[in-house]
């Protein structure tokens, strides 16, 4: 049974950052791209950023770019999002998820953790 456990949000003031982790079972780690999405209240979940199974070609919205950067540890089974100078709208729930290599569409979801950037 595939288990994705997301850790690391909180409340942080803008500018401020925090690190998001998510650890995976029950699957090959290592055959899965992984990604970050979030959903704020009343907005569709939106695509934060992926990684591919060997670690390169990470992919971000461009709402992140040069703000956030994910990263994974095929030892660990996990993967993490460093998030930099943020912003109140990268308020939301954060998730994690597993794509079998050159699956379409990801399989896996974890249950999210909170991020609230606020004054």
């Known amino acids: 049974q595939v288990q994705l456990m997301e850790s690391g949000g909180g409340l942080v003031q803008p500018g401020g950052s925090l690190r998001l982790s998510c650890a995976a079972s029950g699957l090959t780690f290592s055959r899965y791209s992984m990604g970050w999405f979030r959903q704020a209240p009343g907005k569709e979940r939106a695509f934060v950023a992926s990684?591919?199974?060997?670690?390169?070609?990470?992919d971000y919205a461009d709402s992140v770019k040069g703000r956030f950067t994910i990263s994974r540890d095929n030892a660990k089974n996990t993967v993490s999002l460093q998030m930099n100078t943020l912003k109140p709208e990268d308020t939301a729930n954060y998730f994690c998820?597993?794509?079998?290599?050159?699956?379409?569409?990801?399989?896996?979801w974890g249950q999210g953790t909170q991020v609230t950037v606020s004054s």
């Open positions: 990684i591919n199974w060997s670690g390169s070609n990470p």
């Open positions: 998820a597993a794509r079998y290599r050159f699956a379409a569409q990801y399989s896996n």
